[in-house]
């Protein structure tokens, strides 16, 4: 019997689309409530803490979503250990050499050194990049911004200079992260040729098998053997020591 035709692949589960969209809108409610209290002096800063009505709600909103953010966070973390040691889930953001070779190929290609274009696995390195950034830098928001929440009990744990340092810390990372949001990720996800004008697959939790063949060829060619031969069109060749795991 001919096997039935596929138009899309599963890509994300229902826990991802979910923490997907929860990161998207607490980082959004930190990201505006934060600014407008460092920046409280431009008109901009004033008319959103105004509007969320006044200063002390702006700071409740704040801290509210910085606990939610942390919870999530942990959350995150327990679950992705748990499948990975229970051999639900391959440990597929944990950056590796391939990453790097990759990361020189497409530079290569960019500049028509080279023909060779890199075969991707379940996540390129770009998108593991981006995920690493977001792991660090909440890292350094949650641990930072408990130390602003409880300066009394951090300078007990803790050199007292490092409260004033915490402050500068958490307005400027916050503020490079917002940047780094609204640039690359933007960049990514809505305006990069490929994906234009928005990448949807992460709130559907499906992708097109061709993006899938195009953008993930090592991991469709492991996980979807049993696809029709005709739909799909030749990998490409794995790149240099492509290990599919
Ligand atoms: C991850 C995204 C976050 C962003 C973008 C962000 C951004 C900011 C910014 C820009 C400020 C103002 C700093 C200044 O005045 O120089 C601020 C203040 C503050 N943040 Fe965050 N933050 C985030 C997460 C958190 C978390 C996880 C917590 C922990 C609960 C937290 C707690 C605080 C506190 C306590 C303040 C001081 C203002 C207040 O007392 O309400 N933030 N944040």
Redesign the pocket.
Known sequence: MKPKETTFVRRFSRRQRIEHFAVMV??TI??V???A??F?HAGWAAGIIAGLGGIDR???I??A???L??ALALEHFANQMLAVMRGRARPSMVPNRKDMRDAMLTLRYYLRLSEEKAAFDRYDYRQKFEYWGLVL??TI??L???M??YPMQAARMLPGQLIPAA??V??????L??LVVITWHIFNAHLAPDVFPGDTSIFTGKISRERMQKEHPLEYARDYPELPAEAAEPAPEPALGAKPH
């Open positions: 607490l980082f930190l990201a409530t934060g600014l209290q460092e409280f702006t700071r409740w704040h801290r979503s910085g606990w953010f942390t830098g909440g928001m949650i930072t911004g408990f602003l929440l402050v500068i958490h307005g400027y990372e916050g503020l992260a917002f």
